[in-house]
């Protein structure tokens, strides 16, 4: 089953696009946490980070260059921003297409649940 994300890829199902090469794509958030919310997605299907082996390793790395450039095009990098890639239940995933999110915008407070809380 091709998921929503792998759709989108393709253009077969409507995104605010923001960046697209060979290897991955950038699109806005459907459902933004702060000013700037968008996904880098890879444009092949690995599901999550466990997924993810040496072959990859220049992809990941391109990803978080792509994210840089984006921050920057969206004049949020001086301020700073936060890039998280949730990985099954506990990491909170809901779309099993690796996705690399790009948040900022705003303040975006501590960083999650302290240890033992
Ligand atoms: P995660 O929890 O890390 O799997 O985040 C999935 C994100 O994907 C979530 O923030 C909402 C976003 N999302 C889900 N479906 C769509 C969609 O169809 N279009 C867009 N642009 N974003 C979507």
């Known amino acids: ?35 700037t919310h968008i996904l880098i997605v890879p444009n092949k299907v690995i599901p999550t980070a466990n997924d993810l082996t040496a072959d990859d390793e220049q992809l ?20 700073g921003y936060r890039l998280i890639i949730n990985c099954n239940e506990h990491g909170g995933q809901v779309v099993f297409h690796l996705h690399m999110h790009l948040v900022g915008g705003q303040p975006l ?5 302290k240890r033992g809380s």
């Open 109 to 113: 407070g501590p960083m999650i649940l």
């Open 60 to 79: 990941v790395g391109h990803m978080v260059l792509v994210a840089k450039q984006i921050a920057e095009q969206e004049g949020i990098a001086a301020n």
């Open 1 to 35: 089953m091709p998921t929503i994300f792998a759709k989108i890829v393709r253009g077969e199902i409507p995104s605010d696009l923001v960046y697209q090469d060979e290897q991955v794509t950038a699109f806005r958030d459907i459902s933004p946490v702060a000013p």
